[in-house]
């Protein structure tokens, strides 16, 4: 490994002289690489920067291992100025690295709507046309995080079964939230996981968003805790605007669940539209 990297630098300093290789190019490539990536539940996305002549859209894409070709919603990029009929771009990046990839399909992709989540998303997918070429770990832990080590492509691989492609399109959803790091490796049909999977619990109650305010409506509270919350007011019709003080409009769906499953900590405040105040806990189960 080391004489491949001695003589790729030799090469790489000859070509310089020559004017045939730029700076730029010989720090592109990477054999691996670090993207920030955000989390919508079981979802992931990156920026991906789209370079056609001098004007760059640097767009997040979904990251979605069960889908077979990486694609671009060009609805969403005319609204950003992109006219051509074709989706052909002169380069595609990933945090300043090269992708092998610059022509796409049109397919919408715009999945994560306003009211469920605070902000829509997405403009592209990436696939395993693309994925297949790494590596992957998914880091879930606060700053959020994708690393990429490039493998070597193998040819003639066999083909992907029903079930694995099932199981990666409920991994990498909306359905379920994984708090775990793990591992991606399409190529070997690998898929480890840094600790024990837990499933999820229930939440406290079923809601909806209220526009335009985006507030939270309850509709329905866990059998075993109604009657509690009665005794409070606690029930269904009651619109919240804060959750533990944060303001409900600002959090995705995927988010205010986890508070209501307990996983982001015993002790729960809301706070109504009326501007009462209500506390649960999850150690004693009791509304206050």
């Known amino acids: 490994m080391l004489l491949q990297n001695k003589i790729k630098l030799i090469r790489a300093l000859v070509l310089l002289g020559l004017g045939l290789f730029s700076v730029d190019s010989f720090s592109q490539n990477n054999e691996s690489f670090r993207t920030p990536a955000k989390l919508y539940a079981g979802a992931y996305s990156v920026k991906v920067q789209l370079r056609k002549g001098l004007t760059e859209y640097d767009v997040p894409f979904w990251i979605k291992p069960d889908q077979a070709e990486s694609t671009v919603d060009q609805a969403l990029l005319k609204d950003l100025g992109y006219v051509d009929k074709e989706i052909i771009f002169d380069e595609v990046k990933i945090s300043g690295e090269r992708l092998d990839k610059k022509k796409f399909k049109n397919l919408k992709s715009e999945w994560a709507f306003v009211p469920d989540f605070a902000k829509s998303c997405c403009f592209g997918v990436i696939g395993r046309d693309l994925l297949e070429d790494f590596e992957i770990r998914f880091n879930p832990e606060s700053p959020t995080h994708l690393e990429w080590n490039r493998i070597i492509t193998k040819e ?33 049909r690998k898929l480890d996981f840094e600790g024990k999977v837990i499933p999820e619990k229930k939440s406290l109650f079923k809601f909806f968003f209220v526009p335009p305010e985006r507030v939270i409506r309850v509709t329905d509270i866990l059998t075993n805790d109604k009657v509690a919350a009665k005794k409070v007011g606690f029930v269904p019709g009651l619109i919240i605007t804060h959750i533990n003080g944060e303001k409900v409009s600002g959090l995705d769906r995927w988010v205010i669940e986890k508070y209501l499953r307990g996983e982001k900590g015993a002790a729960l405040k809301f706070t109504s539209k009326a501007k009462k105040e209500f506390e649960f806990n999850f150690s004693d189960r009791q509304f206050k």
Do not use: G
């Open 156 to 188: 003639n691989s066999e083909p992907y079964s029903a079930t694995y492609l099932k199981l990666l399109k409920k991994l990498f959803s909306f359905e379920q939230t994984l708090d775990i790091p793990f591992v991606l490796n399409l190529q070997e």
